[in-house]
Nanobody, 126 residues
Framework: VQLQASGGGSVQAGDSLSLSCAAS????????VGWFRQAPGKEREFVAA????????MIADSVKGRFTISADNAKTTVYLQMDSLKPEDAAIYYC????????????????????WGQGTLVTVSS
């Protein structure tokens, strides 16, 4: 499975940005896609996740109400719509795919993902 994250950029606080994660290869081996972010000097942080079949979503409290995760019907692309961006949202955003045995409640843990994209940089100025 290959994942390609895109859509990062430099924005002002309060602006919106939409990230995309294009999945290819044996996507039938995956059950969900998640977004994580990592700021300089900080640990990788869970942002959001979505299951392919049920479209069930999980959103981190830090971005709830501002970020939305969605997926296309072809099970190839996952989107992260980020609204009302804050300077603390600045980070490298990574998308990752989890295998079919990962349960929903575990999707917030980066260790439960087997495939990772290369990351896309988001900067937010105040």
């Amino acid at each position: 499975v290959q994942l390609q994250a895109s859509g990062g950029g430099s924005v002002q606080a309060g602006d919106s940005l939409s990230l995309s994660c294009a999945a290819s290869g044996r996507t039938s081996s995956t059950s969900a896609v998640g977004w994580f972010r990592q700021a300089p000097g900080k640990e990788r942080e869970f942002v959001a996740a979505i299951r392919w079949k049920s479209r069930g979503t999980m959103i981190a409290d830090s971005v709830k109400g501002r970020f939305t995760i969605s997926a296309d019907n072809a099970k190839t692309t996952v989107y992260l719509q980020m609204d009302s961006l804050k300077p603390e949202d600045a980070a490298i955003y990574y998308c990752a795919a989890a295998g079919t045995r990962v349960i929903f409640s575990s999707l917030s843990g980066p260790g439960n993902y087997d495939w990772w994209g290369q990351g896309t940089l988001v900067t937010v100025s105040s």
